[in-house]
């Protein structure tokens, strides 16, 4: 684990961002539901992976790090970042964090997306920030979000979704 691990631009952020929301809109269009995630080099630019939300199981995030687990050593992880539309749920901060993924940037938070959704059978949230779940590993994980500037137009893909669902 190098700790000489540099954080991303708002500029480098918000691309990333960007590239994520346009795989979750992907997502949306295949008939899933619209989150979608990037893996990025070290460099804050490069992206190595991506993937959009499979099904209720197989959230966008625990996909793109047990694929990314499968493809690189975790050496090559760790000064990795997870980019993802929305915070990551426990079941996908848990994979990020067990495939050594050493930063995790999303643009809204949880609580934000329950907000939305309300008590939908299709979304039944964890109230457990990734802060929180990472905290409590052996780890320190980076967590760059919420992302003030991007939250309008991440919200706005999923106030369209959850209110035709």
Same mark, same amino acid.
């Given at each position: ?92 901060? %848990? ?5 050594? #993924? /050493?930063? !995790?940037?999303?643009?809204?938070? @949880?609580? +934000?997306? *329950? ?21 409590? %590993? ?5 967590? #760059? /979000?919420? !992302?003030?500037?991007?939250?309008? @137009?991440? +919200?706005? *893909? ?8």
């Amino acid at each position: 684990m190098s700790p000489n691990r540099t954080d991303p631009t708002d500029a480098q952020i918000a691309a990333m961002l960007r590239r994520a929301q346009a795989i979750a809109q992907r997502a949306l269009e295949a008939g899933h539901h619209p989150f979608g995630a990037v893996l990025v080099a070290p460099d804050h630019e490069t992206v190595l992976m991506e993937q959009g939300n499979v099904d209720g199981v197989n959230h966008a995030e625990a996909v793109l790090a047990r694929e990314a687990a499968a493809h690189f050593t975790p050496e090559q992880l760790w000064g990795c970042t997870l980019v993802t539309t929305v915070e990551p749920c426990a079941m996908c901060a %848990g994979t990020q964090y067990w495939a050594h #993924i /050493g930063r !995790v940037v999303y643009g809204l938070e @949880e609580r +934000a997306l *329950l907000a939305i959704t309300g008590n939908h059978a299709e979304n039944p949230t964890l109230d457990l920030p990734c802060r929180e779940l990472f905290a409590r %590993g052996q780890k320190e994980i980076r967590v #760059i /979000g919420p !992302v003030p500037a991007l939250e309008p @137009e991440i +919200a706005a *893909l999923h106030h369209a979704f959850w209110r035709s669902r």
